[in-house]
């Protein structure tokens, strides 16, 4: 069977846009391919420096895609950082990796680009661990044999670097080993490339503008209403298309709520609606949904619930597939 492969970076409570861009698609793929999802805890490490949180939001992580239905028995579900063959492939990766390549790479000139705005040296504050990203992340998905890589359009950059260093990699060895060529599957996302936050921009846990999933009910109530919106009066027509609030309705909306999100975008084209009716029909729609997770969710977050077990099997699995490309690579490389 062809592999599924994804990873969320436990660097903030899992979110609206992780769900729609990463976790659902991943779900609905694990019911057709081999398929591994995981915890990208090192990730994290290039910015959470409490280890308190760090462990705090690696174990959230685990438990949101758990409670949003990811089967472990299905589905190798593991943490990265169990993985120990991950590092050792970073290594050789990093060896047939240009520099050039990393200079490009969107998130480290993003960061650059902030501190040449803000007058500062360009490298303030980026680490190695920002620098070298893209090529662990490409690590994550070449050691399992990954085909598609389901992700939101923020990180296909990431994915085509993967395939990029794996050809690399195939060029050099090939004769000996050749890693599989990855390829991303993006969400159709209706309005927009990605879901937005609360200002408007992506949701992002870096913007610090997210609705993380499980959230308290009248907590998540008060984030909605802080969704910007214009001025435009109640009774006047309204671009349900250029609006934050009705990006993240359509895109959330399960299959069962299609007619609200069709209606509701009429009765903004026609006027009558108002932002904060808008606003309402959108905490129904999530509170809805989200409910019956949320309950899930707590459950596995209680010390002793069976998420740890859970992790180590995955882990386990996880392994035996990773060493056998890494028996394949020591090989290939002449250091077995
Ligand atoms: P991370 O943790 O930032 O995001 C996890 C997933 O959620 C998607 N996503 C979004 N989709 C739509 N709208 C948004 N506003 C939005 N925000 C986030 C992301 O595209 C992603 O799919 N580098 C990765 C983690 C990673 C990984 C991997 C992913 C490490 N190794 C290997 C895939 C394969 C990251 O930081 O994602």
């Given at each position: 069977a062809k592999v599924s492969l994804t990873g969320i970076k436990p660097s903030g409570e899992v979110h609206l846009g992780n769900l729609v861009g990463a976790i659902r698609p991943a779900l609905r793929l694990a019911q057709q391919y081999d398929s591994l999802y995981f915890i990208a805890d090192y990730h994290a490490l290039t910015s959470i420096r409490d280890p308190e949180l760090l462990r705090h939001y690696s174990r959230s992580v685990a438990a949101s895609w758990l409670a949003a239905g990811l089967d472990p028995k299905r589905t190798t579900f593991y943490v990265?950082?169990?993985?120990p063959e991950i590092f050792e492939l970073n290594w050789v990766l990093s060896c047939v990796t240009g520099k050039g390549l990393m200079n490009r790479a969107h998130a480290y000139k993003a960061a650059r680009d902030r501190n040449v705005e803000a007058g500062?040296?360009?490298?303030?504050?980026?680490?190695m661990g920002l620098y070298n990203y893209p090529i662990l992340m490409a690590v994550d998905i070449l050691i399992m044999e990954t085909d598609v890589v389901p992700v939101g359009k923020d990180q296909v950059q990431h994915v085509e670097y993967a395939a990029d260093i794996a050809g690399s990699f195939n060029h050099l060895y090939g004769d000996s080993y050749s890693f599989k060529i990855p390829q991303a599957v993006i969400p159709?996302?209706?309005?927009?490339d990605v879901l937005p936050g609360l200002d408007g921009r992506k949701m992002s846990k870096s913007y610090d503008n997210t609705i993380p999933l499980f959230l308290p009910e009248n907590k998540l109530k008060k984030l909605v209403r802080r969704i910007p919106t214009d001025s435009?009066?109640?009774?006047d027509p309204k671009d349900p298309d250029s609006s934050a609030v009705f990006q993240i309705l359509e895109q959330f909306a399960p299959a069962s709520a299609a007619d609200v999100v069709a209606d509701t975008r009429k009765r903004l084209e026609a006027g009558g609606m108002g932002w904060g009716e808008l606003k309402n029909v959108l905490f129904e729609v999530l509170n809805t949904e989200l409910a019956p997770m949320r309950e899930r969710y707590d459950d596995y977050m209680r010390?002793?619930?069976e998420l740890d077990e859970v992790l180590a099997r995955g882990a386990e699995r996880a392994r035996e597939r990773a060493n056998r490309v890494l028996s394949s690579v020591r090989k290939a490389v002449g250091v077995a």
């Open positions: 990265q950082s169990d993985i500062e040296d360009p490298d303030v504050g980026v680490n159709e996302t209706g309005t927009g435009t009066p109640v009774e010390p002793g619930s």
